[in-house]
T-cell receptor, first 115, second 110 residues
């Protein structure tokens, strides 16, 4: 399995500011994803981070609010822009393996509180 | 209708009990299926993949019923440490993303 780290692990931010979350994987992976999980809720996919091209966003999520970078096959960032209290959530990156060893692994998450 | 649904829970069971969770999916073209476990304030961790023939890993048994479009997870001889939220995940139509269910919370009581 992949070893995935995220930074920061948690943060408290003021509304109107932006936070960039980093996701680092210990090996090259094709697929990286960003999820949000609000308290007591399941996982909601924000976008697929594509290496070398723009991320693919799910319905309800837009690039201006959640810009994503994927400069190489081991690293991605998610920015939560112009934050409001409704953005308080856990943000998780994950990596996906498809084919014969299909599965998906998650990073430890970033716990964000917006005041 | 939600794409992946799970037993609403929570399930509160005594130690040693057998408990089963169900998960239904709407996309008949779904190709692969998984159970994840998520402890409080932690990330989801893969528990087991679900194969067409069903599979067993110690006290855990997963089964797939394609005709009725559901998967199940059976936990035998439950332990206190089994307390967690169990999420099912479905990979639809060779798409490169999983769809997760809302999760079923299990509490194993002493």
């Amino acid at each position: 399995s992949a070893v995935i780290s995220q930074k920061p692990s948690r943060d408290i931010c003021q509304r109107g500011t932006s936070l960039t979350i980093q996701c680092q994987v210990d090996s090259q992976v094709t697929m990286m994803f960003w999820y949000r999980q609000q308290p007591g809720q399941s996982l909601t996919l924000i976008a697929t981070a594509n290496q070398g091209s723009e991320a693919t966003y799910e319905s309800g999520f837009v690039i201006d609010k959640f810009p994503i970078s994927r400069p190489n096959l081991t690293f991605s960032t998610l920015t939560v822009s112009n934050m409001s209290p409704e953005d308080s959530s856990i943000y998780l990156c994950s990596v996906g393996y498809f084919g014969t060893q299909e599965t998906q692994y998650f990073g430890p998450g970033t716990r964000l509180l917006v005041l | 209708r939600k794409e992946v649904e799970q037993d609403p829970g929570p399930f509160n069971v005594p130690e040693g009990a057998t408990v089963a969770f169900n998960c239904t999916y709407s996309n008949s073209a779904s190709q692969s299926f998984f159970w994840y476990r998520q402890d409080c304030r932690k990330e989801p961790k893969l528990l087991m993949s679900v194969y067409s023939s069903g599979n067993e890993d110690g006290r855990f048994t997963a089964q797939l019923n394609r005709a009725s479009q559901y998967i199940s997870l059976l936990i035998r001889d439950s332990k206190l440490s089994d307390s967690a939220t169990y999420l099912c995940a479905v990979n639809e139509d060779y798409g490169q993303n999983f769809v997760f269910g809302p999760g079923t919370r299990l509490s194993v009581l002493p």
